[in-house]
């Protein structure tokens, strides 16, 4: 039987929302965001289960991560970001060339806290 923690770190759940933020939240995002240095990144593989399962258990102790999308095709990390958010439940914070800051607020159900 598998317990809850390992649940929560093996397995993206289904219906996670991203939280809406407002213009002033997200440039405080920002702001936060510009020192940090990408901690997932997207290569030739694009994106898998994998990288998706890596950037949710990032997304479990580090609420603001930047992600290096390396596609030269602007419509393809168009896409990742949207999917990422999507999948994750998190907030497209901003987007400068190929790296992607998103946001998701970290659960009080978080083990990992």
Same mark, same amino acid.
């Given at each position: 039987?598998?317990?809850?923690t390992? =649940?929560?770190?093996?397995? *993206?759940?289904?219906?996670?929302?991203?939280?809406? %933020?407002?213009?002033?939240? /997200?440039? &405080?995002?920002?702001?936060?965001? +510009?020192? &940090?240095? $990408? !901690? *997932?990144?997207?290569?030739?593989?694009?994106?898998?289960?994998? !990288?998706?399962l890596?950037? +949710?258990?990032?997304? &479990?102790?580090? $609420? %603001?991560?930047?992600?290096?999308?390396?596609? =030269? =095709?602007?419509? !393809?990390?168009d896409?990742?970001s949207q999917? *990422?958010?999507? /999948?994750?439940?998190?907030?497209?914070?901003?987007?400068?060339?190929?790296?992607? !800051? *998103?946001?998701? $607020?970290? +659960?009080?159900?978080? $083990?990992?806290?």
């Amino acid at each position: 039987m598998k317990s809850s923690t390992s =649940d929560t770190y093996n397995v *993206i759940p289904e219906g996670l929302v991203a939280p809406q %933020l407002n213009s002033q939240q /997200r440039a &405080l995002l920002r702001s936060r965001a +510009h020192a &940090l240095n $990408p !901690v *997932i990144l997207l290569g030739q593989a694009g994106l898998t289960e994998a !990288v998706l399962l890596e950037t +949710h258990r990032t997304l &479990l102790s580090h $609420p %603001l991560i930047k992600i290096k999308l390396a596609s =030269d =095709d602007r419509q !393809v990390r168009d896409e990742w970001s949207q999917t *990422i958010c999507q /999948r994750l439940g998190a907030a497209w914070v901003q987007q400068v060339g190929k790296i992607l !800051v *998103i946001y998701r $607020p970290l +659960h009080e159900t978080n $083990p990992h806290q």
